[in-house]
């Protein structure tokens, strides 16, 4: 099974943990066969642990067109209010996110934390020619092992 790292936030990783939060958004999202699983980095940012604290399976990953959130008060209201509940995002919040462009929302299911979050010394990022690995987290994502 194919497995990516992500960078999240510490509020959202904490969405995660209470399950509140069940899609994780992205402006790309991998092209590869599913499920994958997708390692969780908190980000230092707001206090977090600054290393992977879990882990979930993406066996889905649902496509929002560009422009998708500009329809929100005529066409598709409530689907784009079960992006915001799935997501734990404001419309706000959203409509900033995608800047008018296409989001990606990765499904999560068998979210689990670790006891003892890794370093990301343990993780490899898959580079065309060789491995290299992580000294620092992605900025979004990226394809490890």
């Not at 329809?71 to 734990?88: F, H, K, Q, S, W």
């Amino acid at each position: 099974m194919t497995s990516i790292l992500i960078s999240v936030n510490k509020p959202h990783v904490d969405n995660m943990r209470r399950g509140l939060k069940c899609e994780e958004m992205r402006k790309s999202a991998p092209t590869c066969r599913l499920p994958i699983v997708c390692y969780i980095y908190e980000t230092v940012k707001g206090g977090g642990a600054g290393r992977v604290v879990g882990e979930f399976v993406c066996r889905e990953i649902a496509t929002y067109p560009p422009h998708f959130l500009d329809l929100y008060d005529r066409t598709n209201t409530e689907a784009i209010c079960g992006l915001i509940d799935r997501a734990r995002l404001s419309y706000n919040e959203l409509c900033r996110y995608a800047n008018g462009g296409r989001v990606q929302g990765l499904r999560i299911s068998d979210l689990r934390f670790y006891d003892k979050p890794k370093p990301l010394s343990r993780f490899s990022k898959v580079g065309f020619d060789h491995d290299v690995p992580l000294e620092r987290p992605p900025q979004s994502w990226c394809y490890v092992y």
